[in-house]
């Protein structure tokens, strides 16, 4: 029979020897150090080895309590705030950050603020961040102090229609549907313009063809003879081809809801992210991003410049990883430390077809091990600028994993608004969100009735 036996470092290190626990820490037993090290809080000296063994494993819950119970000063206000935000405490947090005094930690301070239900002292923080803020990074402050405002009624909040007018504004100034239907007499000579602007929205020119032959034959079947009477005809003739397009998107449910994002390179994919793990933070969910895009350069520090404008949290490894990994680890975080919401991102190197499709279906089936009934959505990201191009980027991906639903991002970028039409007609997949705007909130529901309304009025 045989005994394990200690080596007399580490019955060294049981009886509080500090050079003892520093070599079990340098052999990668730390569990093994935070195990002893836990007998001696009352030293001063290891208690102070445990509190950075706490905070390098990210232990936060325990460090809280060796600076609650032991010693405060065990801690910097960057890490006492960082622990108070970890383990819930807001406000206290939040004065933390406003101690270190710099542009990001005082909107930091401020967005704790206003998670906690104190939106004017959050406001005061805000401006104070704004003041200090670098001009490249303004724009993040300046939503943050418009959404407080929004919350205080000091300005009026633009409701769904109003962001729809402005993302619409570039495709209405550019084809002018309105001028159209002022009063001229319909003759081929209308009907053939009207092909021209819809193709020039990039509705498609199947489409396109197919709406104006419907108008056509409804003019002559109602003997119409002015174009304003075709305006809500239009109206119903897009709609009918986009109305089985539109779908909410689901909601998190009890336990850890999963999104696993598509779409290639410079979609936009990164920025949606984002800006939904702003509304669902901005709701009261523990979100987690996940950086499973490591081949882009940059991607993983993109997805972070997110995750602190969002205040959702994040997991990464180095660039170059293996995604799939990233992901099993991520999960086994997420279910240890109680996230509500998971948001994967993925790569979109459409030039490697094939190593895409097989790296699509490891990180699907690693999500499947961890949980059965999971993605909550998988959402294919499309530029909507892109027109036929971007129905083409989704077919691959469809050939990867389900695709449960599509967001269009840069819909205010150009004069493609009508590139709705053709992505919905060929994919025949929901469309869940669309982007309206650079700003955080820009995200929106697509509704086809308004969506139309809004690009043919």
């Not at 805000?126 to 300046?142: C, F, H, I, W, Y």
């Not at 549907?177 to 021209?196: N, Q, S, T």
């Not at 986009?242 to 390179?265: M, Q, T, W």
Request: aromatic share 6%.
């Amino acid at each position: 029979m045989f005994f394990w036996r200690k080596s007399e470092e580490e019955k060294l290190a049981e009886k509080g020897d500090k050079n003892a626990i520093l070599a079990l820490i340098e052999k990668g037993k730390k569990d093994k150090a935070i195990e002893i090290l836990e007998r001696f809080k009352e030293n001063p000296e290891l208690r102070g080895l445990l509190f950075r063994l706490y905070m390098e494993e990210g232990k936060y819950y325990y460090a809280y309590q060796l600076i609650e119970h032991y010693d405060p000063e065990l801690a910097t206000a960057k890490e006492k705030a960082l622990i108070y935000e970890r383990v819930g405490e807001l406000e206290k947090s939040a004065e933390e950050y406003a101690k270190l005094g710099d542009w990001e930690s005082l909107k930091r301070a401020g967005l704790l603020l206003y998670q906690a239900k104190k939106p004017e002292r959050a406001l005061e923080l805000l401006n104070r961040s704004l003041k200090l803020a670098p001009a490249l990074r303004r724009q993040e402050v300046e939503e943050a102090i418009r959404r407080l405002q929004e919350d205080l009624g000091l300005v009026q909040k633009e409701s769904l229609l109003e962001k729809l007018r402005k993302g619409l504004k570039k495709t209405k100034e550019a084809v002018e549907f309105g001028i159209l239907f002022a009063g001229r007499r319909i003759d081929e000579e209308l009907f053939e313009e009207l092909e021209e602007k819809l193709i020039r929205a990039d509705v498609g020119a199947k489409s396109s063809l197919q709406i104006v032959e419907e108008l056509r034959k409804e003019a002559i079947r109602k003997n119409l003879k002015t174009s304003d009477q075709l305006s809500g005809l239009l109206k119903q003739a897009i709609l009918s081809q986009i109305s089985r397009c539109e779908a909410p998107l689901k909601e998190p449910h009890d336990g850890i809801s999963l999104y696993l994002f598509l779409g290639v390179n410079g979609s936009g994919k990164t920025t949606t992210i984002g800006k939904l793990a702003y509304r669902f933070v901005k709701e009261g969910k523990r979100v987690l991003l996940v950086a499973g895009d490591t081949f882009r350069s940059a991607a993983i520090e993109q997805l972070e410049v997110w995750a602190q404008r969002s205040g959702a949290d994040i997991f990464k490894k180095h660039e170059g990883a293996d995604p799939a990994s990233v992901v099993y680890e991520a999960l086994q975080k997420a279910i240890s430390e109680g996230y509500q919401v998971v948001l994967v991102d993925t790569a979109g190197r459409l030039h490697t077809k094939e190593p895409l499709i097989r790296e699509l279906r490891k990180i699907r089936d690693v999500i499947k091990r961890f949980l059965p009934q999971e993605p909550t959505e998988t959402l294919l990201v499309l530029d909507a600028t892109i027109g036929q191009n971007s129905i083409q980027q989704a077919k691959v991906f469809k050939e990867a994993v389900e695709v449960s639903g599509l967001i269009l991002t840069k819909l205010d970028g150009s004069a493609k608004g009508g590139a709705v039409v053709p992505i919905c007609r060929e994919l025949g997949i929901p469309v869940k969100l669309i982007g309206v705007g650079e700003g955080i909130e820009d995200l929106q529901p697509f509704v086809a009735e308004a969506f139309i309304e809004e690009l043919i009025s």
